[in-house]
Every structure is written in C-alpha cells, then in structure tokens.
C-alpha cells in the first residue's frame, strides 16, 4: 500500500490518486519493479481532500482523515506500507522522523513494514535523487518477495538467491 500526502490538481480532476506528473513517475518505477496498481498495490493519501493552494496539510486536517486511512490500511491489511515523502512519513511514524535521513530504512508500522521514500514529485524537482530512490525501490522488492511472493519478477532488478 502508498500512501502519500494528498490529492493534487489531476487528481481532483479525475478522482484518482497519482494521476498527474508524480503519479506517472510513480507508475515507471513501479513498473520496474514488476508492480501494477491493478494487481499489487493500492494507493491513498494522508488526506482525502485537496489542500487549498497546494500547501501541506496541517496537523487538523491530517487528524480529521486520520481514522478513514486507518480504516483503509485495516480493511486492505498489507504488509508493507510505501510512505512517499515527508508528509506521509511524519502523520504515519511521528515527528522524530526526517525523509533526507530515513528514506530506505524499514520501519514498523503496527506490526507491519513501513519504508519511507521520496515523494516522485521531489524527484521531478531534484533528478539527484533518483538514484537512492531506486535503491529504496529495490529494497522493496526484495522485502515483497520475502513476505508477499517469492517467485515476483523483474527484468530491471537482480533477484538475491537464499542466503544472499
């Protein structure tokens, strides 16, 4: 499960989540991971509605839609939660978190796999930072494939053979 900050512009527009640029990024590397949105992964936001202004949501808002993604996350029971960037990470693991210095660790997350990643908006600003994201991404394929399903394939990543 993704989970990121809100919906953007595209996204209210067509009443889907990562939809627009960030959202076409994020199909990309999913894809080379082996990932679809049909068949592996479902997507939410800390919360439901669309800050005005694009801004960060505040703590308010973020509790208000609390309890709906809570609800999300129990009724679809993953077991590995993708926090994309700052936000997702902050309301999701507390404010002792930063997502320049955590991004690519495993957290738990009420007895689930938790790993913050930059948001694919932050790597349409900053290009330098696609190289540690794909490293993050392939930490969690390979956590997929130990906990969801070990034959899961990519072309784009080497598979670790048992003991490796």
């Known amino acids: 499960m993704i989970i990121g900050e809100a919906p953007g512009r595209d996204e209210d527009i067509q009443g889907r989540p990562f939809v627009g640029l960030s959202g076409q990024l994020l199909d990309k590397i999913l894809a080379a991971c082996g990932f679809t949105r049909d068949e ?5 936001n800390i919360v439901r509605c669309r800050p005005p202004g694009n801004r960060v949501p505040t703590p ?25 960037g700052a936000t997702a990470l902050k309301y999701m693991a507390g404010d002792g978190y ?7 660790h495993w957290l738990e997350w009420q007895g689930r796999s938790a790993m913050p990643v930059y948001h694919p908006a932050a790597l349409l600003r900053d290009p330098s930072l696609k190289r540690d994201s794909w490293e993050d991404y392939k930490k969690i394929f390979y956590k997929y494939c130990e906990l969801v399903n070990p034959k899961h394939f990519s072309p784009h990543i080497v598979t670790k053979k048992p003991g490796q």
């Open 40 to 44: 592996h992964v479902f997507m939410s």
């Open 60 to 84: 308010h808002e973020a509790s208000v839609c609390m309890s709906w993604l809570l609800k999300q996350i129990e009724i679809i029971n993953p077991k590995i939660l993708i926090l994309l």
């Open 98 to 104: 930063k997502i320049t210095r955590d991004h690519g």
